[in-house]
């Protein structure tokens, strides 16, 4: 059924992202009257705390010459779930198109809205000592109200960067003072993290509109009002349909109908579409297209430079896709003028 390969990284990248975060913390060494005796970096890494408090448990005194006992403090993150947004779920056929065209001038990629998901991360701070972890724990929350806010490049592909929200949830600790006398005290802070990202679908491209025509009227399109519903409600429609415009660059043309072109037009022309750029005072339509689409019959003699571009446009159609921008007014200003079909304001 999907069938179509993509892979963004997005999980690998919310790892790193989030690693990242507490990748520079430090604790400082003092004493009583408060003398620093030295600043150190605090180690992270990827895995449950689990692991490493099973080791401290088993092997508290490495002293063997070739392994060393684990130091602490330390911290531990992992990625424990993932779970569905719902609140923040777009229109799913909202397309977001990158920036720039491609190297060939005529395509542009895009996506579809993509999949919100909250990743649910635990970050463990461990140490043997009150001080140390409390130090650590104070340079993390005040960054939190609830969220932190990191902009993140989604696609490579892609132009979208997005502000990804990082909430910490609770804070909650262990510590380790019961137990036999040799054991190792391990004091375990546990914060839970939710990282709001959202997940991407393959990348598509589509070719760009690069001429269009506008035209404004007023009625509807298919039937206009009449007189009487004007002059009766005072209403104005102006429809402005935005048509897309193939262009085609033709052979040098003297007073014919028939106009040929060195390779075959767009398959999106057809018969009854208007022709701009002819130098005719009414701009003709094409009346007929050869089978291999090399030249075309246009509705009126023509005298035409060659290589010269024309512009063929669709008919005016109000159920078009092209629509963009549909205005109504309604005017009443209390006298006893009407409005006739052919005016757009107030008499008076």
């Known amino acids: 059924m999907f069938g179509t390969y993509f892979y963004h990284e997005t999980i690998k ?5 989030f690693g990242t975060l507490f990748n520079n913390l430090d604790y400082k060494k003092t004493k009583d009257d408060g003398t620093v005796l030295g600043r150190y970096k605090v180690p992270i890494s990827y895995g449950p705390a689990q692991k490493y408090l099973q080791r401290l448990a088993e092997e508290p005194n490495l002293n063997d010459g070739s392994r060393s006992a684990i130091s602490l403090p330390r911290m531990a993150f992992e990625l424990t779930g993932f779970t569905y947004d719902a609140q923040r779920q777009q229109n799913k056929l909202i397309r977001t198109r990158k920036s720039t065209i491609e190297t060939d001038n005529v395509n542009r990629k895009n996506q579809y809205a993509p999949a919100p998901y909250d990743l649910n991360f635990t970050l463990s701070i461990m140490a043997k000592n009150m001080n140390d972890v409390l130090q650590l724990v104070e340079q993390i929350l005040p960054y939190f109200q609830p969220e932190y806010t990191v902009t993140m490049k989604m696609v490579d592909d892609m132009s979208d960067n997005r502000d990804v929200p990082i909430v910490l949830n609770d804070v909650s600790f262990t510590d380790d003072y019961e137990g036999e006398m040799e054991g190792r005290r391990v004091i375990t802070y546990d914060l839970s993290f939710t990282m709001k990202t959202y997940f991407f679908g393959p990348i598509g491209t589509s070719k760009l509109i690069t001429k269009v025509i506008e035209r404004s009227y007023i009625g509807d399109g298919n039937a206009a009002f009449s007189s009487s519903q004007i002059d009766s409600a005072g209403l104005v429609k102006e429809v402005k ?11 040098a043309v ?3 109908a028939t106009v040929t072109f060195g390779t075959a037009i767009n398959s999106g022309i057809s018969t009854g579409d208007e022709v701009v750029g002819t ?5 003709p339509t094409v009346s007929a297209i050869a089978n291999d689409r090399l030249s075309i019959t246009l509705s009126a003699n023509a005298t035409i430079t060659g290589e010269t571009t024309l512009f063929f446009v669709g008919s005016v159609d109000p159920n078009d896709t092209y629509v963009v921008s549909e205005e109504v007014t309604f005017y009443d200003d209390g006298t006893s003028i009407d409005f006739t079909a052919d005016k757009t304001t107030d008499a008076s």
């Open 13 to 17: 990248r919310c790892v790193s992202v």
């Open 279 to 283: 130098g005719n005072t009414t701009n």
């Open 241 to 251: 349909h935005y048509e897309p415009a193939f262009s085609a660059v033709c052979n």
């Open 254 to 256: 003297s007073d014919s």
